[in-house]
């Protein structure tokens, strides 16, 4: 299967992936920006995709990023949308590096398909052995 990539800007970085087999692809920022500790900040990818009906992107954190207290948040773009990607980045740590330059590799995005449902409103859903408890957690 193959996905469109549009470069908004020149500079922009197009997504890879360090091995042929990894799930994920790497993200690269698309200018500088300063962040300041605990205040989510839009990070521009300066690209646009084009997925397949059916499927998704889920952009998540990078594990090395977040060792170091800076974390990516969870997104999804859906296959419609044709604007400029963006992640939002979030510094957890007082020690964790302040600036994220244009070219650094900031999150990643894994396509993952997407089913489609018809929702049904009911009165009454069928009974389970769980039920209403563990909300959050299974109980254990």
């Known amino acids: 299967?193959?996905?469109k990539v549009k470069k908004l800007v020149p500079h922009a970085v197009l997504p890879t992936k360090a091995h042929p087999t990894d799930s994920g692809w790497d993200l690269?920022?698309?200018e500088d920006h300063l962040l300041n500790l605990q205040?989510?900040?839009l990070i521009s990818l300066g690209i646009s995709i084009e997925l397949p009906f059916?499927?998704?992107a889920q952009l998540r954190p990078r594990s090395?990023?977040?060792a170091k207290g800076v974390l990516a948040m969870f997104g999804t773009i859906d296959n419609g949308y044709r604007g400029d990607m963006?992640?939002?980045l979030i510094r957890i740590a007082i020690n964790a590096d302040r600036i994220i330059r244009c070219g650094?590799?900031?999150a990643q995005m894994v396509i993952a398909p997407v089913y489609q449902f018809d929702m049904v409103e009911v009165n009454e859903l069928t009974p389970s052995d769980r039920g209403e408890k563990g909300f959050g957690s299974s109980g254990r």
Do not use: H
Request: net charge neutral; charged share 20%; aromatic share 14%.
């Open 54 to 56: 059916g499927w998704e």
């Open 64 to 66: 090395s990023l977040s």
């Open 28 to 30: 690269y920022s698309a």
């Open 104 to 106: 650094d590799r900031i």
């Open 39 to 41: 205040c989510p900040t």
């Open 86 to 88: 963006k992640v939002n």
């Open 1 to 3: 299967m193959q996905f």
